[in-house]
């Protein structure tokens, strides 16, 4: 009579068993990542934090610009055009002095971004000889709030200049200068809120995180504990082995997704354009991508702290060489080359278009397929360099 | 059949500069069945021989083959049948007694009802805590989960790495008596410990220094091969009593050995000769008997002569 034991030797067909076996392997993950209150934490707290928190800081629009005005006039016109700009919003008057020397002490104690100084016959030239010159100087220790400060300045200043002329001239017999007046309609962000491009640019970065760094950190850890050690000498497959780190952490990665794009509905009244499904469709295969790299970069170190700083390093470099804060555009060849081969760069890209312009599969699907290219180059090099022994 | 043979295996870590060498070319043969100790002082290199064993590594020179299969060519095939027990801890701490075992048991294809006769001297124990977190468990209790996940796919060979250091002197004794039943079942069994009082409760061992074995023998064979005259002595100035030994002419070796200092005197001098010595040298009533070698002088010995070469 055969036992069962027998019996399953004779009949090992192999794939039925397999399939316990990689049941296993995710029933033992799920239970682990469950049960660890600091995954809890991260999965629920982090997208959170960072999108409810982070789209506010991360503000474009530069405001509070610490103004110090130098009057030497003291005429009516000088005071027009210092009303005007201090109630743009955009800046604060810091100081209302009638010395240069004063005004730069201020920009020297970092206490003002720009020094807006008025000559003594502003007023009186204005009106004689039908020009008059201003002087600015930009403290230009921030680049950008000195890029956009001196920028609004100019803005204002010729705002200014022009209501100042329209009021002397009612009807236009003849323009002493040539103007042309620009005016803008923005596409897809009518209102250009800075945070329908920021907040799906913010959870691209999240689901990176999870997926590479909490995988790789993840079998760092067995690695580090020894219990890779126990699998390996079982007759457990590499390929059971890494499917049952990758798929976890996959779920985990479309579940951060979903909150994150619930939170952004909620709070800030983010609405894809676009259809859901192109977004998971990616998503999934970008998830593919970055839990290769997260496989990678476990293989390649032995500790928990080598991985962290590790992971540290490059999602500096994801995040920086994007897109999601600086425009690629304007970045110098060598850093535009580097973003190619970021996956960061693709998701973000895809996000923004689909979220804001309502793109559909066609439109992405050359992001999707370099994606796609992405995840076989570092999952089959992630394949090949984990080995059971050394 | 052999159940265990190594043939001048080698390991070397490092690269060029730094090359430290584990294994200097180690042979010996395991018979089935046998409970087969492996004593050594710790770097000895007994942790890179099981890893080998168990193919978790890649010998550099040698041979060797577990259940007449090749450590390299056939490590598939090992895998199904050995069980490890690696010298630290390394199963899911996070994961409870229970889920640790269903999880050993499952990859490899078996339940844990299918070979429960095996473990159920050992689980028992710890199966009142079946849902603790492994993490949670004393040492021993670990130890006993480590073992019941080693043993629960039936293996035919049995690979401990020092499975009782760190462990409590009731803990160790009791370890060794499972180790004893279950060799009853026909289970090859190779332990490694540090400890050599360990080695009389052995079939065999095999006293390992330097990546080098000194000596395979049965733990009664070890001390036969001890011949020459060895006392106990004991006075109430223990030190003072060793730096004069070491200076009598008569002596080959002396060590410290619980209350006692171990003397081995070289042929042709007796225990009463050193008595005759340590009075001369105003020790009145020096306690000085003749003993018998046990296991321990046995490798003192055995590796003091090795030192030397």
Redesign the interface.
């Known amino acids: 009579m055969l036992n069962a034991h027998a019996l399953r030797q004779l009949a090992e067909p192999g794939e039925i068993i397999n399939m316990r076996t990689l049941r296993f392997l995710l029933q033992k993950e799920f239970r682990q990542i469950f049960r660890d209150p600091s995954i809890i934490r991260i999965i629920f707290m982090m997208p959170s934090i960072q999108l409810l928190i982070l789209p506010w800081a991360a503000d474009y629009e530069v405001k509070n610009i610490q103004l110090s005005v130098v009057d030497h006039d003291h005429s009516q016109y000088s005071r027009q055009l210092v009303n005007k700009v201090t109630s743009s919003g955009y800046f604060k008057l810091q100081d209302y002095s009638g010395s240069y020397l004063n005004a730069m002490q201020h920009i020297e104690h970092d206490e003002a971004d720009l020094v807006l100084e008025i000559p003594a016959d502003f007023e009186k030239k204005l009106i004689r000889e039908n020009e008059a010159t201003l002087f600015m100087a930009i403290n230009a220790i921030n680049g950008v709030k000195a890029n956009l400060g001196g920028a609004y300045l100019r803005s204002i200043i010729q705002d200014y200049n022009r209501e100042v002329r329209l009021k002397w001239v009612q009807l236009p017999r003849f323009n002493p200068e040539l103007q042309i007046e620009v005016t803008s309609s923005n596409w897809f962000n009518t209102s250009m809120n800075y945070k329908y491009f920021m907040v799906p640019g913010i959870l691209v970065v999240l689901v990176t995180m999870v997926g590479a760094f909490l995988a790789s950190l993840n079998i760092v850890r067995e690695k580090e504990i020894g219990t890779i050690e126990q699998i390996n000498v079982t007759p457990v497959k590499k390929y059971h082995f890494i499917l049952g780190k990758l798929i976890p952490f996959w779920i985990l990665g479309l579940l951060i997704l979903t909150i994150g794009l619930t939170l952004a509905r909620v709070a800030y009244g983010i609405v894809p354009t676009g259809s859901l499904l192109v977004i998971y469709t990616f998503a999934a295969v970008y998830l593919l991508a970055v839990l290769g790299l997260g496989l990678l970069l476990s293989t390649y170190t032995s500790n928990q702290q080598q991985a962290m700083l590790l992971s540290f390093f490059m999602m500096m470099v994801f995040i920086l060489l994007s897109g999601l804060y600086t425009s690629i555009d304007s970045m110098p060849a060598w850093a535009k080359a580097i973003t190619r081969v970021n996956p960061v760069t693709y998701f973000i890209d895809v996000m923004r278009m689909v979220v804001l312009k309502g793109s559909g599969l066609k439109d992405i699907s050359t992001h999707l397929f370099t994606v796609l290219g992405f995840a076989v180059v570092l999952n089959t090099w992630a394949v090949i360099h984990y080995k059971k022994r050394s | 059949m052999y159940s265990v043979i190594a043939n001048n295996l080698k390991k070397q870590y490092g690269k060029k500069k730094d090359v430290v060498t584990a294994l200097k070319g180690i042979s010996f043969e395991v018979e089935q069945g046998e409970l087969f100790g492996i004593i050594g002082p710790d770097g000895a290199g007994k942790t890179s021989l099981f890893r080998i064993l168990?193919?978790?590594?890649?010998p550099d020179g040698g041979t060797a083959s577990v259940d007449g299969l090749d450590v390299v060519k056939d490590?598939?095939a090992i895998?199904?049948r050995?069980g490890?027990m690696?010298g630290?801890?390394?199963?899911?701490?996070?994961?409870t007694i229970e889920?640790n075992l269903?999880?050993?048991a499952?990859?490899?294809?078996?339940t844990v009802k299918?070979n429960y006769d095996l473990i159920k001297d050992i689980y028992s124990q710890i199966e009142p805590f079946k849902d603790r977190r492994a993490g949670k468990l004393s040492g021993g209790m670990k130890q006993k989960l480590a073992l019941s996940?080693a043993l629960i796919h039936k293996p035919s060979v049995l690979f401990l790495d020092e499975p009782t250091t760190g462990v409590d002197a009731v803990s160790r004794k009791e370890f060794w008596e499972m180790l004893r039943s279950l060799k009853k079942q026909g289970i090859t069994i190779l332990v490694s410990t540090p400890y050599m009082d360990e080695a009389s409760l052995c079939d065999r061992v095999a006293l390992i220094q330097n990546g080098e074995i000194l000596s395979v023998n049965s733990p009664e064979g070890v001390i036969n091969s001890f011949r020459q005259p060895l006392v106990a002595v004991k006075d109430s100035n223990m030190l003072q009593l060793l730096n004069d030994l070491q200076n009598f002419e008569g002596v080959q070796n002396a060590y410290p050995f619980g209350e006692y200092h171990h003397v081995v005197l070289k042929d042709g001098y007796s225990a009463n000769t050193v008595s005759d010595f340590l009075q001369q040298h105003n020790y009145h009533q020096p306690d000085v008997k003749t003993i018998r070698a046990d296991i321990e002088d046995c490798f003192i010995a055995l590796m003091k002569v090795s030192g030397e070469l």
């Open positions: 168990t193919t978790l590594l890649l490590f598939k895998r199904q050995v490890y690696p630290r801890f390394s199963l899911y701490q996070d994961l889920e269903d999880f050993f499952t990859i490899f294809n078996t299918e996940c």
